[in-house]
């Protein structure tokens, strides 16, 4: 189940200040009382951790010289289960999850993948 509690996971701060202040994707107010409330789907939780990561301080993202491949593992995870939720049930969460996870490919480089994950969020 999504995280629950009035903490808000590092990660997620700094997508909100250094990623969705320029392109608002998630609405900060909506997802906070969601995020408190346990009720955020985990797939855009791990999104957005994905895309938050090139934004990281952490010694062992930064000294690793690639920030821009940051994340990986977590937009992989993100992407099956928001495959999955796609399938079951369409919802706002999963157009968003879409709409990081192509910025997050497109920031990679793959622009095709980029489309692909782009194409899901406006179906």
Do not use: C
Not at 8 to 16: G, K, Q, V
Not at 35 to 58: C, E, F, H
């Amino acid at each position: 189940m999504a995280a629950t509690s009035s903490y808000i996971d590092p990660n997620i701060i700094e997508f909100f200040h250094y990623f969705n202040a320029l392109y608002p994707i998630v609405h900060w107010p909506s997802f906070k009382e969601a995020y408190d409330d346990g009720t955020v789907p985990n797939y855009l939780i791990l999104a957005i951790r994905a895309l938050s990561k090139r934004y990281s301080k952490q010694p062992s993202v930064v000294l690793s010289g690639q920030l821009y491949s940051a994340g990986q593992d977590l937009a992989a995870i993100a992407s099956s289960l928001a495959e999955v939720a796609t399938r079951e049930d369409p919802n706002t969460y999963l157009i968003q999850t879409w709409i990081v996870l192509s910025m997050f490919e497109f920031g990679m480089g793959r622009i095709k993948q980029a489309a692909d994950r782009r194409e899901l969020a406006v179906r």
